[in-house]
């Protein structure tokens, strides 16, 4: 059994990529992995809170690795923390890491080159994947999602904060990604096949931070869930 430790972001890449590896035979997701700004304790670019991580990592069922990062964050502070839980990885029968890219090979080239003095096994499981039809098969699915954070520059602000759904995709303008791949926008799920069942929450303000807009989110109302299961895996 390839036990695989699962980059997380929130986002809607990373939940299908969780969907597909556990349809894999031999594959077992063994952990989530999310990288934290720790000035704010939220995921960076889609400026999520911890909480909603947790409730998202206890929907499915997985334990989640945490590595806080400094804001503004050097590239050797994030490579010496990434080192770090790749050590841990490795120490704990960990065998490879999955990611949700899947078109830049840039980003798919540094991922490999870190990974390799590790002896982690990199994974693409959406990798060439057609992402006009992709997003398509994620709604079509029941994958639910927010969009978090929009990059103004590419498209209109008044499209963060909306649901990632036929009609989100539908007036999407045509040079940007259905999957904002390129960095137009990003998501947060809060239902999607990986999951045990749906994660309330509730969307808030809307702001522009350092060039970006955010669509602020919460839990909404009592969850009755704890945190995310840790077992050997507590950060």
Same mark, same amino acid.
């Given at each position: 059994?390839k036990?695989?430790?699962l980059?997380?972001?929130?986002?809607?890449?990373?939940?299908?990529?969780?969907?597909?590896l556990?349809?894999?035979?031999?594959? *077992?997701?063994?952990?989530l992995?999310?990288t934290?700004?720790?000035?704010?304790?939220?995921?960076a670019?889609?400026?999520?809170p911890r909480?909603?991580?947790? +409730?998202?990592?206890?929907?499915?069922?997985?334990?989640?690795?945490?590595?806080?990062?400094?804001?503004?964050? @050097?590239?050797?502070?994030?490579?010496t923390?990434?080192?770090?839980?790749?050590?841990?990885?490795?120490?704990?029968?960990?065998?490879?890491?999955?990611?949700?890219?899947?078109? @830049?090979?840039?980003?798919?080239?540094?991922?490999?080159?870190? +990974?390799?003095?590790?002896?982690l096994?990199?994974?693409?499981?959406?990798?060439?994947?057609?992402?006009?039809? @992709?997003?398509?098969?994620?709604?079509?699915?029941?994958?639910?999602?927010?969009?978090?954070?929009?990059?103004?520059?590419? +498209?209109?602000?008044?499209?963060?904060?909306?649901?990632?759904?036929?009609?989100? @995709?539908?007036?999407l303008?045509?040079e940007i990604?259905?999957?904002? *791949?390129?960095? *137009?926008?990003?998501?947060?799920?809060?239902?999607?096949?990986a999951?045990?069942?749906?994660?309330?929450?509730?969307?808030?303000?809307?702001? *522009?931070?350092?060039?970006?807009?955010?669509?602020?989110?919460?839990?909404?109302?009592p969850?009755?869930l704890?945190?995310?299961?840790?077992?050997?895996?507590?950060?």
């Amino acid at each position: 059994m390839k036990r695989v430790l699962l980059a997380w972001s929130s986002g809607k890449d990373c939940s299908w990529a969780l969907h597909l590896l556990r349809q894999q035979p031999g594959i *077992e997701v063994a952990a989530l992995l999310t990288t934290l700004n720790e000035a704010v304790d939220a995921v960076a670019m889609h400026h999520v809170p911890r909480p909603l991580i947790e +409730l998202q990592a206890r929907a499915a069922g997985l334990p989640l690795w945490t590595v806080p990062l400094p804001w503004p964050c @050097l590239n050797e502070t994030y490579e010496t923390r990434m080192a770090e839980a790749c050590a841990r990885a490795r120490a704990e029968g960990i065998h490879a890491v999955a990611f949700g890219d899947l078109f @830049l090979k840039d980003v798919r080239a540094y991922r490999e080159r870190m +990974l390799a003095p590790t002896g982690l096994e990199p994974l693409f499981p959406l990798w060439g994947l057609d992402t006009r039809a @992709l997003a398509h098969e994620m709604v079509a699915a029941g994958q639910r999602a927010l969009v978090t954070t929009i990059d103004p520059r590419r +498209l209109p602000a008044t499209f963060c904060g909306r649901d990632f759904d036929e009609g989100f @995709l539908a007036s999407l303008p045509p040079e940007i990604d259905p999957c904002g *791949e390129n960095g *137009e926008f990003h998501t947060f799920v809060h239902q999607s096949p990986a999951f045990a069942h749906a994660i309330p929450c509730q969307p808030g303000e809307t702001i *522009e931070l350092n060039g970006f807009v955010y669509t602020a989110l919460r839990p909404a109302g009592p969850t009755g869930l704890s945190p995310a299961p840790s077992g050997s895996s507590r950060t």
